[in-house]
């Protein structure tokens, strides 16, 4: 197909949903395209010419494009905190709960079996973007791959409503109609087309505002705040929160925390922690981070001619051996997550100044990147993840994360590099359809190695 088809109807796509197709997804759309212009006797470019938003052709071609990555009582410390401080408060009461970006449904049925556990009368309702993804959730059959390490022991609570066969999980039908599940689009859908008047106490948005840049995130979140109760809670993935600041969510809501679990509550009480350094903050600093920049590009050539030396050292030698990272990786990257969840940039730098050791400076540079990247010092980010990717060009998280800052930039040219090159690198780790153990996997969290390559997949079309 043409080139001037492909980006028409990549355009659709992204105008109605805010969804820039993978690459790897094009081969399918094409065929799509193909075969029902064939069926009416037109031409391909005729038929996406024709393609408008609310009508059965076109929603068929975004649920082809739709991306889902879900399991049941993902990320567990969420559902510790709701069992312990937040359905206690509800139980023998009703408790009316939103996840508006449901998917196909191990979300809501995991929020829906917890809160009968607990005698909470929950009202329920799950919204999504792809129609086939409700229509998974209104049939009930789960494959066995829905259930998964992260939130085993919340997985006893789904016995009572379902039955698990050797390929599936199958929930009963009476159990599944208290989900009251709906289209809805995120971008282009009004709240005053819900199909439920009350306003909700939790509202759930987890997992989406990846693909979404700035304003979209703030449109978005502003939209839908206004049908949240006085003192409701919104939970985004824990993967997120770290970089979603009051440059996106409304004044009304504050950024609060249990533990390590951090969420926003309406018209809270609780002092606001805020991500972002206030206006003035911002200009006394920027002198200092391109100071900082600037140090930081002749420490990366400093290590380029280190590295050059030893590598000419030990020319001649069959055997090399690497210095292994003298710290816990994964508790020093968990540390460093927490301090940047609760706002403190300051400490979470520090934490990152504690990594020593010629064989440890890729960890550091891009931790370092991590922690700005948050603070919304991009420039610096930008610096950082580069630094880590000239030490280990097979470190995928940096090139990863500098892919998202170059284009939270807007220099997507070079961020379409960034997640092609990650992408690369996870397929020659086996990573290109399904699951499996990556290096640097400290990184992950919740998502799986292949979620991540679709990201890079999605991320890695031109002219995003």
């Known amino acids: ?58 929603d068929e071609v975004i649920n082809l494009v739709t991306v889902n990555e879900t399991y049941f009582f993902r990320e567990e410390k969420q559902f510790d905190f709701l069992k312990n401080e937040v359905f206690p408060k509800f139980m023998g009461k009703n408790l009316v709960l939103w996840t508006c970006c449901c998917s196909t449904g191990e979300e809501p049925i995991s929020l829906l079996a917890l809160a009968l556990s607990m005698n909470v009368n929950l009202t329920i309702y799950a919204s999504d973007i792809d129609d086939n993804a409700l229509a998974t959730l209104k049939c009930g059959h789960y494959s066995l791959y829905s259930l998964r390490a992260d939130g085993k022991k919340y997985h006893k609570l789904l016995e009572p409503y379902s039955t698990i066969t050797e390929t599936e999980i199958v929930f009963r039908s009476d159990f599944i109609n208290r989900i009251h599940s709906f289209k809805f689009n995120l971008i282009q859908g009004e709240c005053s087309q819900l199909p439920f008047a009350d306003n ?13 840049d700035k304003e979209t995130r703030r449109a978005v979140t502003k939209k839908l705040t206004q049908r949240i109760k006085r003192n409701g809670l919104l939970f985004f993935s824990m993967n997120e929160i770290g970089s979603i600041d009051n440059t996106v969510i409304p004044d009304s809501l504050c950024k609060t925390n249990s533990g390590t679990v951090y969420y926003f509550e309406k018209d809270g009480q609780k002092e606001k922690k805020s991500a972002a350094l206030a206006p003035t903050d911002r200009h006394l600093q920027k002198k200092e981070y391109e100071q900082k ?172």
């Open 1 to 58: 197909m043409s080139s001037d088809l492909i980006e028409l109807i990549n355009s659709k796509i992204l105008n109605y949903s805010g969804i820039y197709v993978a690459q790897s997804q094009i081969y399918s759309l094409e065929n799509h395209i193909k075969k029902q212009a064939i069926a009416r006797g037109i031409t391909p470019m005729a038929f996406v010419q024709s393609l408008t938003p609310h009508t059965p052709d076109f």
């Open 200 to 212: 909700v106490d939790i509202l759930f948005m987890r997992n989406v505002f990846i693909y979404f």
């Open 293 to 464: 920049k600037e140090k930081l590009r002749r420490e990366v050539e400093k290590v380029k001619i280190q590295k050059y030396a030893e590598t000419k050292k030990a020319q001649g030698q069959v055997k090399t051996t690497s210095i292994a990272a003298s710290f816990d990786v994964k508790k020093l990257y968990e540390n460093v997550c927490r301090e940047i969840n609760n706002g403190n940039f300051e400490k979470a730098r520090k934490l990152t100044h504690t990594i020593t050791g010629t064989g440890s400076k890729k960890y550091a540079f891009f931790m370092q990147g991590y922690v700005e990247y948050h603070a919304d010092n991009r420039a610096a980010a930008e610096t950082l993840f580069a630094s880590a990717e000239s030490i280990a060009p097979d470190f995928w998280p940096a090139f990863f994360y500098h892919g998202m800052v170059l284009r939270d930039m807007g220099r997507m040219e070079n961020a379409v590099g960034c997640f092609s090159k990650c992408k690369t690198l996870l397929s020659g780790f086996g990573i290109k359809g399904g699951g499996g153990a990556v290096p640097y996997d400290f990184t992950l969290d919740s998502f799986s190695p292949s979620y991540i390559y679709s990201l890079c997949d999605t991320f890695s079309v031109g002219g995003l």
